[in-house]
């Protein structure tokens, strides 16, 4: 990549915009844009991936700038009506979706705009004219359930249960495992008084996700309509709990990655790391046998060794990630945090040691130092990164 060429860092962003490193796509379209401001496409996805990382108002300066420079952008309308509606900015929203159907765009931004628009106005209380707007895109595309769905429940809101009920059965044709649409049509069958198909309805929906408190409420009421209560009241009883969990749960982490789940990722490079070259130096030994006894579980030993390894050879930026490692397994973080960030000083391309001090940054609270670190290391080839990236930096 030639790093003066403004388009090498736009082409990259995309790239990284494709794996869900937003924060690195962010970094690669700053420096795009600081070579060529005058790129309209490179705001646009800038815009984008802040919206990703919920930086909504920094996310439609792009899109203005984006706009200021291709008017009749419809994809960038769009992607700020989309931004303002996260921002339960409605009305605003809707000007963006009218004016992305005004251009008569393609299909594919018809149907979004429709959609979207009907979003809006359903939050608006304006169910009859939603209705109108989801009728509309699903003539573009009819093979989206969802937009199904949110026509069913504009219907409910109207009480016009059978055409709700309709438009859940189409939902569910086309998705059959989208629990809302089950605890929809629920709601619509008891709403019309059919408790058996209701409770039937809220059993699929249990089923999908068993901790659904709606349906676990929607359930005990069609017992309770059904002279069931005993039934009633298991569920009811459950959903309550549900709403008011166990607070005296031990917490490892301040970050969202639970212990468990830290120790699988980090362990994950342990049975790839090794030494680069071997040789009669004895730091080499002492790191090799440190790494059998961590292998083995025997977590005292692997420190004691790693660390003559360290002090007979400082250099050796294996032997601190290793006891990093090590240290990390026995829940001493903050040092584990210091001898990864050695390793990375002695080896600045040491993409393993970025992912685990990523992983550990972020189980510390340090989503954002996380984040960097869990790209730099995906930047760098380690792709296991994208994974954790999607699910934890998005």
């Known amino acids: 990549m030639n790093p003066q060429n403004a388009q090498s860092y736009y082409n990259r962003g995309l790239a990284k915009q494709a794996l869900k490193d937003h924060r690195g796509a962010v970094l690669d379209f700053d420096k795009s844009i600081g070579m060529n401001s005058r790129e309209p496409l490179a705001y646009l996805y800038r815009g984008i991936s802040k919206s990703e990382q919920d930086e909504p108002r920094s996310a439609i300066q792009d899109f203005n700038r984006c706009i200021e420079l291709k008017p009749d952008d419809t994809y960038s309308y769009l992607q700020r009506g989309f931004t303002l509606t996260k921002l339960e900015e409605f009305e605003m929203a809707i000007s963006d979706f009218n004016r992305v159907i005004e251009l008569n765009s393609d299909k594919s931004s018809s149907y979004q705009a429709f959609f979207s628009r009907g979003l809006c106005k359903s939050k608006l209380g304006d169910f009859k004219n939603s209705i109108s707007d989801f009728s509309k895109s699903i003539d573009i595309n009819p093979k989206r359930s969802q937009t199904f769905s949110e026509r069913g429940f504009g219907y409910l809101q109207v009480g016009e249960f059978a055409k709700a009920i309709s438009d859940f059965d189409e939902a569910l044709e086309l998705n059959p495992n989208n629990g809302e649409s089950f605890y929809s049509r629920g709601f619509?069958?008891?709403?019309?008084?059919?408790?058996?198909?209701?409770?039937?309805?809220?059993?699929?929906?249990?089923?999908?996700?068993?901790?659904?408190?709606?349906?676990?409420?929607?359930?005990?009421?069609?017992?309770?309509?059904?002279?069931?209560?005993?039934?009633?009241?298991?569920?009811?009883?459950?959903?309550?709990?549900?709403?008011?969990?166990?607070?005296?749960?031990?917490?490892?982490?301040?970050?969202?990655?639970?212990?468990?789940?830290?120790?699988?990722?980090?362990?994950?490079?342990?049975?790839?790391?090794?030494?680069?070259?071997?040789?009669?130096?004895?730091?080499?030994?002492?790191?090799?046998?440190?790494?059998?006894?961590?292998?083995?579980?025997?977590?005292?030993d692997a420190l004691d060794d790693l660390t003559t390894a360290i002090d007979l050879r400082p250099g050796l930026a294996t032997a601190h990630f290793a006891r990093g490692l090590v240290r990390s397994s026995e829940g001493l973080q903050k040092e584990a945090m210091i001898d990864l960030?050695?390793?990375?000083?002695?080896?600045?391309?040491?993409?393993?040691?970025?992912?685990?001090?990523?992983?550990?940054?972020?189980?510390?609270?340090?989503?954002?130092?996380?984040?960097?670190?869990?790209?730099?290391?995906?930047?760098?080839?380690?792709?296991?990164?994208?994974?954790?990236?999607?699910d934890y930096c998005n």
Request: with cysteine; net charge positive.
């Open 341 to 390: 960030t050695n390793a990375i000083d002695l080896n600045l391309f040491y993409k393993e040691a970025y992912y685990v001090r990523g992983l550990i940054g972020y189980a510390l609270g340090d989503s954002n130092a996380g984040c960097f670190d869990l790209s730099k290391s995906g930047e760098l080839g380690y792709v296991q990164a994208y994974d954790v990236i999607k």
């Open 188 to 300: 619509a069958k008891a709403k019309s008084g059919d408790y058996v198909g209701a409770k039937s309805d809220f059993d699929a929906a249990l089923k999908l996700n068993p901790s659904d408190i709606k349906a676990l409420y929607g359930r005990g009421f069609c017992y309770s309509k059904l002279n069931n209560q005993r039934n009633a009241i298991q569920d009811l009883d459950k959903a309550i709990s549900f709403n008011n969990p166990n607070l005296d749960s031990k917490v490892y982490y301040s970050g969202i990655i639970p212990e468990d789940k830290l120790t699988v990722l980090r362990n994950a490079v342990v049975e790839n790391i090794s030494i680069s070259s071997f040789s009669e130096n004895r730091s080499e030994a002492y790191y090799l046998r440190g790494l059998a006894h961590f292998k083995s579980g025997r977590n005292k």
